[in-house]
């Protein structure tokens, strides 16, 4: 089955600085990649996805990348602002299948005012 | 549009007794709902996946005697928890499947004494 790996699992970064957050993922049929972003004691909110037959995509402050032959994906969030702290998780899919996703463990993301 | 309800919020329940979680997509219909458990300051855990009109399928360790999905309808299905032990107060999140995206309902505390 896919597995999902997302690093790091806490970043703090300075109000207005970047913050990237990694995911890398094992089955090459997956195509669909979501990002979510859950504050504390809510449910989680898509941000961003991006399909496998898509490089980047972007939303305002929000960037995703992706690389499928290393199979990897990463969230770009530029001019961060203390309401971008939450945990973020990304996901991996096989889009219209019905399928479940395959969630990584998480990023805790701080920003400092 | 994309929007799942979940009721109720927060519920307590004695040993033994069983509680009983709705999940609704209000605006869409969906075939397939996830449910997820999610402990503090860790990723959702997949339990099953329930599609309406059909048996759920259940992830491997999660006892299907004890966590009875029914998905009735296209727009609603049902966990319910029996025998409920405190080993198994958490935090139950659903999901409705709309296309390749899922949208998250905001969860029931559960609390068992």
């Known amino acids: 089955g896919e597995n999902v790996e997302q690093h790091p699992s806490t970043l703090s970064v300075q109000e207005g600085d970047s913050a990237v957050i990694k995911c890398t993922y094992s089955d090459s049929a997956s195509n669909y990649f979501p990002w979510y972003k859950q504050e504390l004691g809510k449910r989680p909110q898509l941000i961003i996805d991006i399909r496998s037959n898509v490089g980047e995509k972007k939303d305002q402050r929000i960037a995703v990348t992706l690389n499928k032959t290393a199979k990897h994906f990463s969230l770009h969030i530029t001019e961060t602002q203390p309401e971008d702290s939450a945990v973020y998780f990304c996901a991996a899919s096989m889009a219209n299948t019905g399928n479940q996703f395959y969630f990584g463990t998480g990023t805790s993301l701080t920003v400092i005012p | 549009g994309a929007v799942v309800s979940q009721h109720p919020s927060r519920v307590i329940c004695k040993s033994g007794t069983s509680v009983k979680i709705e999940c609704r997509s209000l605006?869409?219909?969906?075939?397939?709902m996830f449910w997820y458990r999610q402990f503090p300051k860790q990723s959702l855990m997949l339990m099953a996946t329930?599609?309406?009109?059909?048996?759920?399928?259940?992830e491997q360790g999660v006892e299907k005697d004890k966590f009875l999905i029914n998905h009735a309808s296209l727009t609603l299905s049902t966990l319910t928890v029996t025998s409920a032990h405190p080993e198994d107060s958490s935090f139950y999140i659903c999901?409705?499947?709309?296309?390749?995206?899922?949208?998250f309902g905001p969860g029931t505390r559960l609390t068992v004494t």
């Open positions: 329930s599609n309406e009109g059909s048996k759920a399928t259940y």
């Open positions: 605006d869409f219909q969906a075939t397939t």
């Open positions: 999901s409705a499947r709309r296309v390749a995206e899922q949208y």
